[in-house]
């Protein structure tokens, strides 16, 4: 379980290390995602962003554990 930890968080900063790379291929502004912009305020809810990321990071584990 540990090890598992480390893996997952070791992902997590990778991901923040390399979001404005990974935002240029359009990661996170997919079909999907909600944005609302208004005059001062701006709401971002990266739906399916969320969902790919997590099919991606969940195959990664059950390969790494098989």
């Known amino acids: ?5 480390i ?3 070791l992902s997590v900063v ?4 390399l979001w404005p790379w990974v935002t240029r291929i359009g990661l996170g502004r997919l079909p999907g995602d909600i944005v ?3 005059e001062n305020f701006r709401l971002y ?3 399916t ?3 790919l990321i997590s ?3 969940s195959t990664i584990l059950w390969l790494i554990n098989r």
């Not at 379980?1 to 930890?5: K, N, V």
């Not at 990778?14 to 290390?17: D, K, P, S, V």
């Open 45 to 47: 809810v990266p739906i």
């Open 36 to 38: 609302i912009e208004r």
């Open 14 to 17: 990778a991901l923040g290390l």
């Open 7 to 9: 893996v997952v968080g």
């Open 55 to 57: 099919v991606v990071v």
């Open 49 to 51: 962003t969320g969902i």
């Open 1 to 5: 379980m540990s090890r598992t930890l």
